[in-house]
């Protein structure tokens, strides 16, 4: 069995209790170090109780043999650019379990946050049983091959963390990808009424005058034609999403009221374009860019849950891997951030020939990828597919893992 050295004066629970936790390399947090000298509020990390008491359990008892993944390696050193996820799935037969790894040895990885390039993970594999430990080897024992561990402070900026899944994918949606809940609210919005010279499009750097109401905002972005998004089961209307254009800043506030003559007088705002997905036409609607909210949640199941895709996001009439997708249930469902769902692909209706009357059979549907709920709204959310063995398109099915 593993044993780590005896070092009162700096154990690693007692290194562990100096640090203050650290969130994700995604979270908007201010970066701050990892040590004793350090003043910080401790973030509120999203763990739920149910998440805590599977640890608990989990780390008197370890996790059985069983349940590792098939080559999970007997130590690993965490590599800058590693996610939590990929992490997980070394070890575990089902990444999305992710407090059974946190749980193996709750002493010495109390937070799943905790995790940085350069740390060693070693798994004890004793009595059918498997635990996570932590440290640096620093000897080989003379009987049973036992190695001790040296406890190590590690110091760094939050940016150092590992994520939970590619942040990198996700974080532009959270400007671009999104769900209004009715038509009317880009409807009524400010609009683009112009653009310089009369030209039909404008581009990055370029300016458009708009009118409506900005509500003494400064930073927008611009949309598109608004398409309902209808429930593939019961044709219900789950929202409106629509096209993303760009993004603009405005440089001087519009005016609408009377002049000194008595006269009506209008003068739109001017918006400088900031960013372009596609050109900026005349009627493109404005919607305030949103506080940053973008927050990575490790990765875990739901009790239960089924549904269909809506949507792929974007022109595309398939997806794949790294692509994001609406599905048709939201927070009125259950469906939280970090929800991981497991992707259906049905199976096909054939005629058996081996059968005289060459009846009709239909295939078993098979399970093929998975899916990370990064948005969600009230009727839908937006997930992004971390695997996927074939095309995934609109109507495929989905369950808990």
């Not at 939970?164 to 949606?173: Q, S």
């Not at 038509?183 to 404008?202: H, M, N, S, Y």
């Not at 937006?382 to 063995?389: D, E, F, G, R, T």
Request: proline letters at 8%; a neutral charge.
């Amino acid at each position: 069995m593993w044993e780590r050295r005896s070092r009162p004066e700096c154990t690693l629970e007692t290194v562990l209790k100096t640090l203050h936790a650290l969130t994700l390399a995604a979270s908007i947090s201010l970066g701050l170090l990892a040590s004793a000298s350090v003043q910080a509020q401790v973030p509120n990390f999203p763990i739920s109780a149910q998440q805590k008491a599977t640890a608990q359990q989990v780390s008197e008892a370890g996790v059985p043999l069983s349940e590792l993944a098939p080559n999970a390696p007997d130590s690993h050193t965490v590599k800058r650019g590693e996610t939590l996820w990929g992490i997980s799935g070394l070890f575990l037969k089902s990444p999305w379990r992710w407090p059974e790894l946190w749980g193996m040895n709750l002493q010495q990885i109390r937070n799943p946050h905790l995790i940085f390039p350069g740390q060693v993970l070693y798994l004890d594999k004793s009595n059918g049983r498997a635990r996570l430990r932590l440290g640096t080897p620093i000897s080989s024992g003379t009987s049973g091959g036992d190695v001790k561990l040296s406890p190590r402070v590690r110091e760094g900026s939050l940016t150092d963390a590992i994520a939970t899944v590619p942040v990198h994918l996700l974080e532009p949606f959270f400007n671009e990808a999104v769900i209004f809940n009715n038509g009317d609210e880009l409807v009524k919005a400010p609009r683009v009424i112009a653009t310089q010279e009369g030209r039909v499009l404008a581009s990055r750097g370029e300016s458009v005058y708009v009118r409506g109401d900005t509500e003494g905002r400064k930073e927008f972005r611009l949309f598109r034609e608004p398409k309902p998004l209808r429930d593939p089961d019961t044709r219900e209307v789950l929202g409106y999403e629509a096209q993303y254009v760009g993004a603009g800043d405005l440089t001087r506030e519009g005016v609408e009221g009377t002049g000194a003559d008595g006269k009506p007088l209008i003068v739109p705002g001017t918006l400088q374009i900031t960013r372009v997905r596609q050109e900026v036409m005349v009627s493109d609607r404005l919607s305030p860019v949103p506080p940053r909210e973008f927050e990575s949640v490790v990765p875990r199941a739901p009790a239960q849950m089924a549904g269909a895709i809506v949507s792929i996001y974007g022109e595309a009439l398939t997806a794949g891997q790294n692509q994001i997708v609406v599905i048709n249930r939201g927070t009125r469902d259950g469906v939280e951030k970090g929800h991981v769902l497991a992707l259906w692909r049905a199976g096909a209706e054939i005629r058996d020939i081996t059968d005289p009357d060459k009846r009709s059979v239909k295939l078993p549907d098979e399970r093929h990828g998975l899916l990370y709920v990064f948005r969600p709204f009230e009727k839908m959310s937006y997930a992004l597919i971390l695997s996927v063995q074939e095309p995934v398109k609109p109507g495929d099915r989905f369950t808990q893992p």
